[in-house]
């Protein structure tokens, strides 16, 4: 077992240090939300407190059986003192519906909102204020009943903690993408639209492959025919063709990103087509060569909008444009991150200040 990260809140000054070069997914705040559900009493209420290590047993069951979900959503500084979240609504549905598909306990979406909001509160120092930073908030749940057992548990631990995060952006690197021609993330039936730890465990050794190839990430096919592009990584993918923006469906093996949701609306404010249409991996490279898909990128929460540069196959390889950054893809992000930083009108009503 670990120790606990540190003891206590942080000094202001050491604090500032660190919130100068946050990285990302090392660095956690004072504090974190704690709730716990039974069988027999349901949701307790939640409590704030430091920042500690958990103590659990050894048959806990989400170490054996893999019942542990979780969501990501991010806090953003403001000038006035508050922060604001964005879309948090969305994300306690997603937390609801990937609860539902693992026979887990739903968490009401006021109650997740009050806990992401009581840990963006108390730390709200931990926000960091730069354009591109962000505190990067980690809401999970966990089947923490101790009995080896091969059914749903009868006790769950959920859980929000906080990191405050570097930029996504400053200046966007194209990523290289490898089309895993053995590996699948997702079946039909099974948890592909849903965030459960199990589909990032599965991944890992695609991941490698990548990696052995040069690249940054998987771009995943689907299961059946290994034709068709469904998304990469942890984050959705769009094709640029001119004015026009091209998603794969949500067939029901992909995530519904929030930011994916994002993308479509902003879109039509740019004046930009959008179409939710399969895209085959011969389309896209044909596509790339004869100049009529002009850009690729990638989007989640995580990065906001990374570009995609180059897509390699066990056959070989394509640029996209140039494999650079493309206008279009900059104009994404800049209008999604004028949002996130109050610079220009929520007229979605994304953000929620807390
Ligand atoms: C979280 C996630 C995404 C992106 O979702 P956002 O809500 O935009 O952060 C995309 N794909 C997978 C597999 C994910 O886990």
Redesign the pocket.
Known sequence: MTAPEHAGPRPAEEREALLRMPGFGSLWSDHMVTARWTAGDGWQPARTGPLAAFSLHPATMAFHYGQTIF???KAFWRPDGQRALF?PG??AR?FARSARRMAMPELPADAFLAAVAALTRIDREWVPQARGHSFYLRPFMIASETHLSNRPAEEYLFAVIGSPARPATAEPAPIRLWASPEYV??ADGGT?TI?CGG??GG?YLAQREAAEHGCHQVV?LDARERRYVE??????LFFVEGDRLVTPPLSGT?????????ILRLAGRLGLAVAEAPVTLEDWERGCRDGRITETFA????RAVAPVGHAVTPDGEWAIGDGGTGPVTRRLLNALLDIHYGHAPDDFGWLHTV
Do not use: I, Q
């Open positions: 969501e990501g959503l879309r969305d994300h997603r993330r997702a592909g965030k589909n990032y991944s995943w998304e990469v990584g942890g984050s959705n992909l995530l519904a990103g929030v930011t994916r949701d994002s989007c989640g929460t995580a």
